[in-house]
């Protein structure tokens, strides 16, 4: 019984969609979401390989020595942080089909130059360099989803977009372990150093075909690839879901907005606690630890670590297609860290059958899997204003991942590896809030949604529009009679009965 019920919405369009509405997401879906895979996929083997090819030769060729590692991770996470923020602007003012794949390319030049680093205090300026091109395109992904789909299509979509990050993880660890098997010594070259060549030569023409297939936003379309009945459907379909679309620059009163609005507060609060519960994954714990068992080679030693990236692809699309069709973003949330709790318990307590620590680090991808999820229900929540989105998506991305910028200082400093004891306790108590977090954000959310005769709906920045559109077509009543005197509008639709969704608001049945 259960299954029936839960198998039978597994599905990829909604059950509502007209058949041009099919066709058009189809459309989008294959040029948004390979590109977005590819280009993640690109992002996260350069930015993983710095834990690779410190278990493959760099550590030697550099003299690193302490804490090098975690300040070369941490000088990524500072020039990540700094590069976003003048996007909050520069995405509703110009193109965004040209802003990501140019920055794009310039993270595959700074990738390519680190082959030739000699020593640590260029390879550390190397690092800033890629982590700041590479900053806008994860909040500018995710605006970009906002624009072209309505609020429940999001996070299935952005969980093949964040299959990139683990495989991107896998592939770094394989690319390192062919380059210091096969290529190390080759035209007088480490393996690692190969290892970056490698990684440049795959990202260069990602970029250069972001420009060709990205769609832009609907206010600034690509119409390389977009008709004027494409953008015209969409821009439709969004409006009557409560979405903005309207074309728009960011000022101080948008920013005065957001401030006013609680829930980028309280979304924040669940972002800091996210970047922070799945910082394990960075960290390179799990190499340290293959690497002090003193038992593989280091071509073995990248295989290996190949093992939990491999699954936190399975994780992904678990939970992501969970949320848009089950759970909803809070328990999917609850899902995801549930399973990382219980290996973070393991590696805390670290004194157990080496069994049991190859299950809990197998596990630790499962804390990133949630983080479509997380941006879905931002987009969701601010879909009225593709302005007030755009600050919200960047300062919120700039705040917590910017903690993770000394955090891994303090609690995962090289010298103490592969343990970390005050790593994984810190990472384990974040975990725990966060869940907690979540469900207090759902709760308040909710309650902001108010039913009258069969109606629910929220506030009257969301909610409202998506009630009078769907009065538009139901009642021909004039938009003064529905508007007079209340921020809640009641539609009469004697023949649906609608209730609440974490998604999109307002859910017939």
């Given at each position: ?9 597994i599905?990829?369009f ?17 040029l ?64 965004i ?7 794009d ?27 700041w ?20 299509e999001?996070?299935?979509r952005?969980g093949f ?16 372990a062919?380059?210091?098997?096969q ?18 030569v ?48 960011v ?31 960075t960290?390179?714990g ?13 071509s ?46 393991i ?5 157990v ?50 903690t ?34 979540a ?26 529009d ?43 049945k």
């Amino acid at each position: 019984m259960f299954a029936n019920k839960i198998f039978p919405r597994i599905r990829w369009f909604s059950p509502d969609d007209s058949p041009s509405e099919r066709r058009l997401l189809l459309k989008l879906d294959l040029l948004i979401v390979p590109y977005a895979f590819l280009a993640y996929w690109t992002k996260y083997i350069d930015q993983a390989n710095i834990n690779n090819a410190y278990v493959s030769g760099m550590q030697e060729s550099l003299n690193l020595q302490g804490n090098d590692l975690v300040n070369l991770q941490t000088i990524y996470t500072v020039g990540a942080v700094l590069g976003q923020l003048p996007f909050a602007y520069l995405f509703t003012k110009y193109p965004i089909s040209y802003l990501i794949p140019g920055m794009d390319l310039l993270w595959g030049v700074f990738t390519l130059l680190q082959y030739r680093a000699t020593s640590y205090e260029e390879m550390m300026a190397y690092r800033f360099l890629v982590g700041w091109f590479e900053a806008a395109f994860f909040p500018g992904m995710h605006y970009i989803f906002g624009s072209w789909y309505q609020s429940h299509e999001i996070a299935r979509r952005g969980g093949f977009f964040y299959l990139g990050l683990t495989l991107g993880t896998l592939t770094a660890s394989f690319i390192q372990a062919g380059a210091s098997a096969q290529l190390d010594g080759v035209n007088g070259l480490a393996g690692w150093r190969w290892m970056y060549i490698i990684c440049a030569v795959i990202t260069i023409p990602v970029g250069i075909l972001g420009f060709i297939v990205l769609p832009g936003t609907p206010d600034k379309p690509n119409r390389i690839v977009l008709s004027k009945s494409d953008i015209q459907l969409v821009r439709t379909r969004l409006q009557k879901a409560g979405h903005g679309v309207q074309e728009s620059s960011v000022s101080w009163k948008t920013c005065a907005r957001v401030l006013r609005n609680w829930k980028p507060w309280a979304l924040l609060c669940v972002d800091i606690l996210f970047w922070n519960a799945c910082v394990q994954t960075t960290t390179g714990g799990y190499l340290l630890w293959l690497k002090s068992l003193n038992r593989y080679s280091t071509s073995k030693v990248n295989e290996l670590f190949a093992i939990a990236p491999g699954l936190g692809m399975f994780y992904t699309l678990l939970v992501c297609f969970a949320s848009d069709l089950v759970l909803g973003p809070a328990w999917a949330i609850t899902l995801a860290h549930g399973w990382n709790i219980i290996g973070l318990v393991i590696q805390v307590i670290w004194d157990v059958p080496e069994s049991a620590l190859w299950f809990a680090f197998s596990t630790m991808y499962s804390s990133v899997a949630m983080s479509s999820v997380l941006m879905g229900w931002i987009n969701s929540e601010i879909r009225h204003s593709p302005d007030e989105r755009a600050i919200v998506l960047i300062v919120l991305n700039t705040i917590a991942q910017s903690t993770t910028a000394w955090t891994p200082l303090l609690v995962f400093p090289t010298v103490e590896g592969p343990r970390f004891t005050k790593g994984y306790s810190f990472v384990l108590a974040c975990a725990i809030c966060l869940i907690v977090s979540a469900h207090v954000t759902r709760y308040f959310i909710e309650r902001e949604y108010v039913c009258f005769d069969g109606c629910c709906l929220g506030d009257a920045n969301v909610s409202r529009d998506r009630a009078i559109a769907a009065s538009d077509e139901d009642s021909g009543a004039s938009r003064d009679e529905r508007e007079s005197g209340s921020a809640v509008v009641q539609v009469a639709r004697p023949k649906a009965e609608y209730r609440y969704t974490d998604g999109e608001g307002i859910d017939a049945k």
